[in-house]
């Protein structure tokens, strides 16, 4: 990115300058890696909590992958449970909870309200997730009721919608999705204690674990092969 970036400064000196491609840089490192990590992290705690969830999903990787060889990108539309474990995470734990603020550029109205234009408005994704109008037995991690995608998928929105969703969503799946499941397909995961692990939310403009993750793991026989 930034080589293309560097040839379009040679032909539009006076957009692409030194700083606009560093503020570039910045931006997606700022917006994308402790949005992934969180979430990588949330779904490894409700996995740890619901080891029978942990259970089918490497049940899923042994099918489809088998235990001689690591999964790939490309086998990710063989691993529809995984996908369902990713998208109940980020409809429970959704990294940005209040999306981004936007301001309304015209008067207008939602939920019946009216909102003059230049109102900073913030989109509850965390409560929209949790909303029991919407959702069945909403505050439960059931990640078979993605199952059907077409019927529920359609009412997440962790990267918000429109015109400004995040342009990064295609990459943090990828991301998350291969991270995940090379951690359930490499390593056997346990609570350190009988304990449950702790799910409350800390501050942040990224809605990171007041406590962060303890977990205790043991290499499955697949990493001898690989490695
Ligand atoms: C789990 C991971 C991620 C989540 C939950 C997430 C979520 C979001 C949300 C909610 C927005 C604002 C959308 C809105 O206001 O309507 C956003 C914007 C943005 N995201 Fe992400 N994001 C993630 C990963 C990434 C990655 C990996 C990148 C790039 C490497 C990225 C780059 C951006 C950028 C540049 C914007 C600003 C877009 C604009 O203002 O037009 N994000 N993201």
Redesign the pocket.
Known sequence: MIDHLLSLQKSEPEYYTDEIIKGLAL??IF??TD??AT?IEWAMSLLLNHPDVLKKARAELDTHIGKDCLMEESDFPKLQYLQSIISET?RLF???PL??P?ISSENCQIGGFDIPRGTILLVNAWAIHRDPKSWKDATSFKPERFKNEESEAYKLL????GR??????G??NRV?GLTLGLLIQCYEWERVSEKEVDMAEGKGITMPKLEPLESMCKARAIIRKVL
Not at 158 to 161: A, C, D, E, S
């Open positions: 931006i997606l917006a994308g949005t992934t979430t980020t959704p990294a940005t999306l981004i936007h962790p990267f918000g919608l400004r969703a995040c342009p990064g969503a990459l943090a998350i």
